[in-house]
């Protein structure tokens, strides 16, 4: 009766290891499938996030190029300005005045409030008061804000996908040692590896459950 039971017990323990292995290596297939798509959609993030930052960039440079123009036509509005006040030519000093823009008119009238012949302590040029607000300029620095916040996500979005990939790995080892355990009659060696496959599989599960989900 005795001889009848041990092969029992040894089938009965083959039976429950080789059911928990295919238990292990299938979350474990799962969950690498899982990592693979993810980090696949990180890496689309982060290629469409560095699409935008040159687009920002592309637009920043314009309005940089377009607020540097404005700088120049207005300095030179303001020099024959000066020339011709300096001249007496007061006709010729209001023609130029009024073909100030609203943004250098402001300035040179804050400016001349300052009394800057008299007043040491007056801006050398109304372009240094603040009053003098070039609206390409302020985009300009807006699209440099969100050009960095879009860097910042594409690099945020790469690391992610490393993150998946590096879980994809571990999900690797873990179907490995699963594998190998099916090898073994031995019941240390098998229980062994079984443990060793076990302990990665809820280390990967958990490093998982804390990475993001792109959506996108």
Not at 151 to 176: C, G, K, P, W
């Amino acid at each position: 009766m005795a001889l009848e039971q041990i092969p029992d017990k040894k089938e009965r323990f083959k039976h429950f290891t080789e059911l928990t292995t295919t238990v292990i290596i299938a979350l474990a297939t799962l969950s690498s499938a899982w990592c693979t798509y993810q980090a696949t959609k990180w890496g689309g993030i982060q290629i469409f996030r560095l699409n935008e930052v040159s687009a920002l960039g592309r637009r920043s440079s314009e309005k940089t190029v377009h607020a540097g123009q404005m700088r120049m036509i207005d300095g030179i509005l303001f020099v024959e300005y000066l020339k011709a006040n300096s001249r007496n030519q007061k006709f010729l000093a209001d023609f130029f005045y009024r073909r100030f823009r609203p943004e250098a008119k402001r300035a040179t009238d804050a400016w001349l409030a300052t009394r800057p012949v008299e007043n040491p302590q007056a801006p050398s040029h109304p372009f240094m008061m603040e009053e003098y607000r070039l609206e390409p300029e302020q985009e300009a620095k807006q699209l440099n804000k969100e050009s960095v916040q879009k860097h910042e996500e594409a690099r945020q979005a790469n690391q992610n996908s490393d993150n998946y990939i590096m879980l994809t790995v571990l999900f690797a080892s873990v179907m490995f040692f699963g594998g190998i355990s099916t090898q073994f009659d031995t019941r240390r060696y098998r229980i062994t590896l079984i443990v060793i496959s076990g302990i990665l599989l809820c280390a990967a599960l958990g490093m998982l459950c804390t990475n993001p989900i792109a959506f996108e």
